[in-house]
């Protein structure tokens, strides 16, 4: 490899080498699509799920792009805030809901700062879909538990609503979220939708995160799974939420007797280039923003421990 590697270095320094007679660049054409090149988007609505927490509703400049434009429950994409530059989120709504894209951002650096300082009308870019989507075909018939812990509902949100829209093709449909504390709870404004739609809901915050009023659970959502009896027959379980939430997740999972081929989640490994380029995302041998961002518990047994 170390051979290999010197000769194909030598060639491209300039400095020859057994491919230099051979090798020659793919020629560029002006119908060569640039990849790096954000779709034109406009922002035309914005919730304010919390203090730092956005959700934006996007339509895409071009008419026949915003009519056409699909992708799978679990994708995601890049969101350019321009002069800011570019940055990584789930695709937060459901393919069922043709016309716009939505997606849902924490303000934690330049980007998203960008992003937040953005207002209705603002453009913005957008590039993807990317990566592997949600399971939703092998879960047809099948129970769902989806379980949240904190913004990793984001992502499970474009599920919940895919299911819940083709609500008599999967069997019965449980959705578990935690915060830290009842302010830090998303979607707030669907909860009741998502119950008329016969979904089963619980709801939990940590300790202390409670206020007078709350009539939820109060734990963290490894234990509350457990507390809850989280049924594993005829079941998939579907989570995203922080790392140490999920690590834990899997352990309580485990014990509770799912299948690991049945446990999915979704990682967003510093992800940056999103189609397998710069190589930031990578486990191990597994690029997430090829690979992923979707995963069995079983896979990631197969992974380094480092995501």
């Known amino acids: 490899l170390r051979a290999r590697a010197t000769r194909i270095i030598g060639h491209r320094s300039g400095r020859g080498g057994p491919l230099a007679d051979t090798f020659k660049p793919p020629e560029r054409t002006e119908n060569m699509p640039n990849v790096y090149a954000p779709l034109p988007a406009v922002i035309k609505d914005i919730v304010q799920e919390t203090p730092d927490t956005r959700t934006y509703r996007l339509e895409f400049a071009d008419e026949k792009l915003r009519e056409s434009f699909t992708f799978e429950p679990g994708q995601f994409g890049e969101y350019s805030a321009f002069g800011d530059g570019e940055s990584t989120f789930c695709i937060a709504s459901s393919p069922t809901r043709r016309g ?56 499970l949100r474009s599920l919940i609503w895919f299911v819940l829209d083709n609500r008599k093709d999967y069997g019965d449909v449980t959705i578990l979220y935690g915060a830290r504390s009842v302010a830090d709870l998303l979607y707030k404004r669907e909860f009741d939708e998502w119950v008329k739609n016969e979904a089963k809901l619980i709801l939990t915050v940590d300790p202390g995160g409670e206020t007078p009023d709350w009539k939820g659970k109060i734990g963290f959502v490894p234990p509350v799974m457990e ?65 992923g961002p979707v995963y069995s518990m079983a896979e990631i047994a197969e992974l380094p421990p480092d995501f």
């Open 227 to 291: 507390e809850v009896g989280l049924d594993p027959k005829d079941a998939f379980v579907v989570t995203c939420g922080p790392p140490i939430m999920i690590k834990f997740a899997f352990q309580s999972l485990a014990k509770m007797g799912f299948k690991p081929e049945r446990v999915i989640t979704t990682l967003e490994n510093r992800m940056k280039c999103g189609i397998g380029k710069c190589g930031r995302c990578n486990v191990g041998a597994s690029y997430v923003c090829l690979d």
């Open 100 to 155: 716009s894209i939505e997606c849902t951002f924490k303000e934690v650096g330049r980007v998203t700062g960008g992003l937040t300082r953005r207002n209705i009308g603002d453009p913005v870019g957008f590039r993807g879909p990317y990566g592997k989507g949600f399971p939703y075909e092998a879960m047809r018939g099948k129970n769902l538990h989806i379980v949240g812990g904190g913004i990793g509902i984001a992502p």
